[in-house]
């Protein structure tokens, strides 16, 4: 017991000592200002860090209102933390890290609206013509993967990812190229089970608003 009163005498900090609420809180906040005082060259670290937190509760909450939520408590906890003006280092931190929340929130928000694109309402057959964007070979699957921009008043989305056999392409097929093909096309599917492989998200951040299988010939 003696050496633990030494060793917080000589470290600045004192035993917390629970005698009422109202005193309790007021040696918690002294024992934080007294940790922010010491760690203020390196608060600045935790600005990435209360924007992952933005950005995570983004992903993790499943709709608009929560989304929303999250971006006003955070404005509500940083407008409360600048009233209180003599509230020191504690209250100006709290503010810092609400605001940066709030706006790693609505930057992945932002970002997420910005990418964007038409997604194929239902499952269809379609004969369509377009542009490969991208070709993709997959020779452990014997596929070829084809990245295409349909071509306008086709009905379809702005970009397209079709599997083909490689036997099925024509020779010398490259990135930006005119294709003519016909596919079974389908939205980008949501993850099978809670915390699988979402593609539906992959896709939205892609620009891909549909996927599937095509069928031989391929014309060029």
């Known amino acids: 017991?003696?050496?633990?009163?030494a060793s917080a005498r000589s470290t600045g900090f004192r035993p917390l000592q629970?005698?009422?609420?109202?005193?309790?809180?007021?040696?918690?906040r002294e024992?934080?200002?007294?940790w922010l005082e010491a760690e203020r060259g390196q608060l600045a670290l935790w600005i990435p860090v209360m924007l992952g937190v933005g950005i995570v509760a983004w992903f993790a909450l499943p709709d608009a209102?929560?989304?929303t939520a999250v971006m006003l408590g955070g404005l509500g906890v940083g407008a409360a933390g600048t009233a209180l003006a003599n509230g020191g280092r504690t209250a100006r931190a709290v503010t810092v890290a609400a605001l940066l929340v709030a706006l790693g929130c609505a930057l992945v928000w932002w970002r997420a609206e910005r990418m964007a694109a038409p997604v194929l309402a239902r499952p269809a057959?379609?004969?369509f013509q377009g542009k490969v964007e991208r070709v993709e070979p997959l020779p452990a699957r014997g596929l070829v993967r084809l990245r295409i921009a349909p071509e306008a008043g086709s009905g379809l989305p702005g970009l397209a990812r079709v599997n083909l056999d490689a036997k099925d392409l024509p020779e010398g097929l490259t990135r930006g190229a005119a294709v003519k093909l016909r596919a079974r096309l389908m939205p980008p599917a949501p993850p099978a089970v809670p915390g699988a492989y979402d593609f539906e998200r992959v896709a939205w951040f892609d620009g891909l608003g549909a996927s599937g299988r095509g069928f031989a010939p391929v014309e060029v």
Do not use: C, D, K, N
């Open 125 to 127: 057959i379609v004969a």
């Open 65 to 67: 209102g929560r989304w």
């Open 1 to 5: 017991m003696a050496s633990s009163a």
């Open 31 to 34: 024992r934080i200002e007294t």
């Open 18 to 28: 629970i005698a009422g609420p109202r005193r309790f809180l007021g040696q918690l």
